[in-house]
């Protein structure tokens, strides 16, 4: 809602251009009609955006790149992987395991593997049919046993996902657990859950502020501020963005 008043404002203050940067697309989940009666609120924000006068608008890791198509105005998907794979290449072993906590994120597990030169795996989960925000994880596609796991998903919201699916791989064998994830959600109860969880270490950025009662030990916070200014600069001297991902960033 902020946003929005400050767009207004700058149009009627007669802006030139007027560039949405949303380092966390809100309500991107809500992008589909799942049962009857639902909204499909990732619409609405985009039509909101574009009423109060934005021109373009930038945000980091879509839960669902076809959220791009709601916008009738330039849209620039940017993507922190570059920043978890610095990280990763840093920080982590060399019998590393990429995995998936579920099938949506296999492609981009996928792309996680074969720039860091790392073997895929792949969790399968269920979720009730009555909604709600439990999961139930149930196999596990890959060889993890004995093996440093590296679960990375777009976003940690109550941690259901990823603490259901840190708890099949330690069943398979793993040897030690990471996640990785863009945005820290961290609803209650995600940082009781991540701290009983075997996964050692949580790695996110800082597209969503983290308050100190979210904070916990084995959580650390990248930055990703050097992306978004390398777009926007982009943006602005009429260069390509795709460019600064390699074309990484188009799905």
Request: glycine share 6%.
């Amino acid at each position: 809602m902020e946003q929005l008043i400050m767009i207004d404002a700058a149009k009627r203050a007669s802006a030139k251009q007027i560039t949405a940067v949303c380092p966390y697309y809100g309500y991107s989940r809500q992008d589909r009609k799942s049962t009857g009666r639902e909204p499909i609120t990732a619409k609405l924000v985009a039509d909101m955006l574009q009423a109060a006068g934005a021109d373009r608008v930038m945000s980091v890791d879509l839960h669902s790149g076809q959220i791009q198509g709601f916008f009738d105005v330039p849209f620039d998907h940017l993507t922190a992987a570059p920043v978890l794979e610095t990280f990763l290449r840093d920080q982590a072993t060399s019998d590393i395991v990429v995995v998936t906590p579920d099938a949506g994120r296999v492609k981009v597990a996928e792309r996680y593997s074969q720039r860091l030169g790392a073997d895929l795996a792949l969790v399968h989960k269920t979720r009730p049919r009555n909604g709600g925000q439990s999961v139930e994880a149930r196999h596990v596609v890959g060889q993890v046993e004995g093996r440093h796991c590296i679960l990375i998903d777009d976003m940690i919201d109550t941690a259901g996902t990823i603490c259901a699916a840190a708890d099949l791989l330690v069943d398979a064998g793993a040897s030690d657990i990471w996640a990785l994830a863009t945005h820290a959600v961290l609803s209650d109860p995600a940082s009781d859950r991540l701290k009983a969880s075997p996964i050692t270490r949580v790695i996110v950025t800082d597209t969503l502020p983290v308050p100190p009662e979210r904070h916990f030990d084995g959580l650390e916070v990248l930055s990703v501020s050097r992306l978004l200014a390398d777009a926007i600069d982009a943006v602005f001297e009429g260069t390509s963005v795709s460019e600064i991902f390699g074309g990484e960033n188009l799905a």
